[in-house]
Nanobody
Framework: QVQLVESGGGLVQAGGSLRLSCAASGRAFGSYNLGWFRQAPGKEREFVAAISWSGSSTDYAGSVKGRFTISRDNAKNTVYLQMNSLKPEDTAVYYC??????????????????WGQGTQVTVSS
């Protein structure tokens, strides 16, 4: 069991920045990969970024590469998503999720085992 709680969402103007946090409890934090996904109204949940259990490997969706940075602090049981140069197209509910399969970083939401409740990010024009 892993419990995840996202925070840090809010309203920001285009070009601004937000930093999302996801605090985990339960299973040892350093024992699984983590991912960030997002879902806009009327759209499927999509992959944003992921990070390996050790933090040594990362992966990003092409739409956010160069603007977003995923990181983790295993001592604090927290994964972060730093979002810069935000665009209105980034508006969505953002979720963090756990992947117990650590041999590779994966992008499919169906590969992830536990999910947080989500935090709303709204980017205005």
């Amino acid at each position: 069991q892993v419990q995840l709680v996202e925070s840090g969402g809010g309203l920001v103007q285009a070009g601004g920045s937000l930093r999302l946090s996801c605090a985990a409890s339960g299973r040892a934090f350093g024992s699984y990969n983590l991912g960030w996904f997002r879902q806009a109204p009327g759209k499927e949940r999509e992959f944003v970024a992921a990070i390996s259990w050790s933090g040594s490997s990362t992966d990003y969706a092409g739409s956010v590469k160069g603007r977003f940075t995923i990181s983790r602090d295993n001592a604090k049981n927290t994964v972060y998503l730093q979002m810069n140069s935000l665009k209105p197209e980034d508006t969505a509910v953002y979720y963090c999720a756990v992947d117990f399969t650590i041999w590779a970083i994966r992008r499919k939401d169906s590969d992830y085992n536990y999910w947080g409740q989500g935090t709303q990010v709204t980017v205005s024009s």
